[in-house]
């Protein structure tokens, strides 16, 4: 009798984003005619820069001559792109060795991934509200305990991130073993400083733990205390990977690469205490469960580094960056109070009259045909908020504000 894994049993099976989906479809049948504007898409809409469409035909074609053919990847990625990676790293004044970089084929995949190198008893903190496949990997991998009544998980460490923090995670009390954290932060469009972040990285340099640190919307930082890569942060090698995304940067959402930063200097440890480098078991891991990433996105991502390429790359980022300011100073003068959107393409903000973050999420739909994401879906914390984001068109973001002044 084939077994199944019943931690996968654990997850809700009616996702808190098919609710959306209900709900808008509702509205539609009553509505057939009205215009819907979605504020509330986390996925990039704009096309790919011109460079790495070139890049990629180029690539294709080399892929149809018998001299220029390339089967396998390198099982970490090309050196051409490693390569590039390392630079911008040096330009931001990081220096990592290339044996640390695993090109990959989304964040995703690996922030699920990493569980599989990591001890079963390891206590996993993630913040409220969060992005959920943090939470939702630990809950497969079995490490999440039981649910409880207040609809958190037994075995996990719940990091306020609230109001009265700011919307920025807070250091926990007791000592947690692995941490995720997100900055620039999905949902909330918040940003740690280096100070902040410093206090991370000392805190998991005092318990052994590590930092799994989700870079993906390292592109925004806008603001020079912010840092890019969280090792900036001195100590930071000894305790954090850093995972990445050319998904938010360069509108890879379709075609799928990204990486992931395991310093030498990283160590987690046996049961009786002896520390073993963590690249050491991922390195074993990718070579046994990957054969890389394909030599035509490669080659499309490399190209994101040329000097077209980031010209190209940062005009798509700034105008993602324009939307969500558009709307952060919109919100503002409208007196919602409002985090996020300076670093983030994230607004985040309190809905009005302390409405619930569903109930605000239909007047907002029947009222000005505009979908949000209703902050509850990221955890209890995000009750009474709401999510727009800045990855609509501009004309789009435009009109829905609009329609917001109208009735508010
Ligand atoms: C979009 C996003 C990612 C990127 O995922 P990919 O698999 O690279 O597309 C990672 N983390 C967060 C928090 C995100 O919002």
Redesign the pocket.
């Given at each position: 009798m084939a077994l199944a894994n019943e931690n996968y049993l654990k997850t809700p099976e009616i996702y808190c984003f098919d609710e959306i989906e209900k709900r808008v479809n509702a509205f539609k049948v009553l509505h057939p005619d009205a215009k819907i504007i979605r504020l509330g898409v986390?996925d990039v809409t704009r096309p790919l820069p011109p460079e790495v469409i070139l890049s990629m035909h180029k690539a294709l074609d080399e892929m149809g001559q018998v001299e220029t053919f390339k089967g396998y990847s390198p099982p970490q990625g090309y050196d051409f792109l490693i390569d590039k990676i390392l630079k911008e790293y040096r330009s931001i004044g990081v220096s990592l060795d290339k044996e640390s970089v695993f090109v990959n084929d989304?964040?995703?995949?690996d922030?699920g991934n990493i569980g599989h190198v990591l001890g079963r008893d390891n206590i996993i903190a993630i913040s409220d509200p969060v992005?959920p496949v943090y939470e939702n990997a630990t809950i497969m991998s079995g490490r999440a305990g039981e649910l409880t009544d207040e609809q958190k998980w037994s075995n996990v460490v719940y990091l306020r991130c609230t109001e009265e923090t700011g919307f920025v995670p807070e250091l926990p009390t007791e000592k947690v073993d692995v941490i995720y954290l997100?900055n620039p932060n999905?949902p909330t469009g918040t940003v740690m400083t280096k100070t902040e972040l410093k206090h991370w990285v000392d805190y998991a340099i005092e318990h052994q733990s590590i930092i799994i640190y989700?870079g993906?919307y390292q592109a925004y930082v806008n603001e020079p205390n912010v840092p890019r890569s969280i090792y900036e942060i001195k100590g930071a090698k000894k305790v954090a990977i850093e995972i990445r995304?050319y998904?938010?940067t360069a509108g890879f959402?379709g075609l799928?690469c990204?990486y992931s930063v395991f310093p030498q200097e990283l160590q987690v440890y046996t049961k009786l205490g002896e520390g073993v480098p963590l690249i050491k078991l991922w390195s074993r891991r990718n070579a046994n469960y990957t054969n890389g990433v394909s030599y035509i996105v490669q080659r499309g991502a490399e190209a994101i580094y040329s000097r077209k390429g980031k010209v190209e790359t940062k005009e798509l980022v700034n105008y993602y960056l324009t939307n969500a300011s558009l709307i952060r100073n919109e919100l503002l003068s409208l007196g919602f109070e409002v985090y996020g959107g300076i670093s983030s393409p994230y607004v985040w903000f309190k809905t009005p009259e302390h409405l619930s973050s569903w109930k605000f999420f239909d007047q907002l739909l029947y009222e000005c045909h505009i979908v949000g994401t209703p902050g509850i879906v990221f955890g209890s914390s995000g009750e009474g908020y709401m999510r727009f984001t800045g990855f609509g068109s501009r004309e789009n973001t435009l009109i829905s504000l609009e329609k917001l002044r109208k009735i508010i």
């Open positions: 986390g989304g964040a995703k995949s922030i992005y997100c999905n989700d993906a995304s998904s938010k959402t799928r990204g």
